[in-house]
């Protein structure tokens, strides 16, 4: 080694000529060099082995950015070097954020995410799109997904042993999960938002939120409704407002699958890289815009509306002195309407009307979530003339009307229209 290593020194001597030729032009050498760059202590250890010190000392002198490279500069961000949701959600553990154990229930959730998108993408293939034949508690016609999504979710968070009740649109009361496996977190969920759409492959998500437990509030069940004792304990425990939740969150299945985060100090955004199969940080300290020009109502209701509301959508549709009216974007899936509004401003909204006079979208598992999630983001949540979060459910499946955007246009609307009067006509 000692041999070769002396032969290698001198044919470098003896090719001075060749020596400078190559560094020369030293720029291009540099580009041609960079990704296999040597810190400086490895540097200068390997000039010192296997060159003279005259060699050395000239070499020292051409100014190549490899050789040069200072410590701090090889700590600099590459471009493989990526953070997943799992090693977020460490640092979030890490900082004191959230403890050991409801990192597992988020990841769980993660999990039925990815199985679900992937249902998703293959729903016409697999025979999954039309309807199941079966009505859910809202009455409301069951999708073949629906009722797939719904076992996917509850399964990923029995399995996870870190949930002691679930809650789902699909199920007409909380399940307890199995002593065997429960922990101590309520976890409620819709497990596919806007499954109208599936069959037309238009976008659709997933929306959860995850409390504590509670025992103060009381179940209130009907004289012909007969629960058993841990039915009843299940509804006692779910039946909180939102301002009690400790993380939310929604998926979208789209041209990308987005899960979207918080856990209480502030929103981030993650994206489902193919590739890996993993959910891969892609935005941090997302804010929504304080004002926006975009308006997601189902106009096709509004002869059914209020006339303040009507007023308050007929303004928006006025240019007025900016000649600019607002733009109408209404996909029909909660999920993607606010995801859109969380990015670009705006307001989304499903007021009551004639047909639903306490609203369409339910509070624990819609509205809720979605309100911690735009208010982390620095938006705001309302039913026209109080703060979502702070409403507390009277039931499991409770309608409320919702409103949910930027400050300044959920602030707009509520001066609008003050109060929505409740309309009391009989039906027909």
Known sequence: MAAATSAAATAISSSSSSRLLLFSNSASVCQLIAPFRLKVSEAKSFISSSSSPQTSKRRHGVPCMA??????????KTGYEIQTLTSWLLKQEQAGVIDAELTIVISSISMACKQIASLVQRASISNLTGVQGAVNVQGEAQKKLDVVSNEVFSNCLRSSGRTGIIASEEEDVPVAVEESYSGNYIVVFDPLDGSSNIDAAVSTGSIF?????????????DDDTALSSTE????????QPGSNLLAAGYCMYSSSVIFVLSVGNGVSAFTLDPMYGEFVLTQENLQIPKAGKIYAFNEGNYQLWDDKLKKYIDDLKDPGPSGKPYSARYIGSLVGDFHRTLLYGGIYGYPRDKK???????LLYECAPMSFIVE?????GSDGHQRILDIQPAEIHQRIPLYIGSVEEVEKLEKSIVKIEIFMEAPG
């Open 356 to 362: 639903s006079k306490n609203g369409k979208l339910r």
């Open 67 to 76: 050789l040069g490279t200072t410590e701090a500069e090889t700590k600099k």
């Open 209 to 221: 939120g995850i409390y504590s437990p509670n025992d103060e509030c009381l179940a209130d069940a």
């Open 376 to 380: 982390q983001a620095g938006g705001k």
């Open 232 to 239: 009843q304990r299940c509804v006692v425990n779910v039946c």
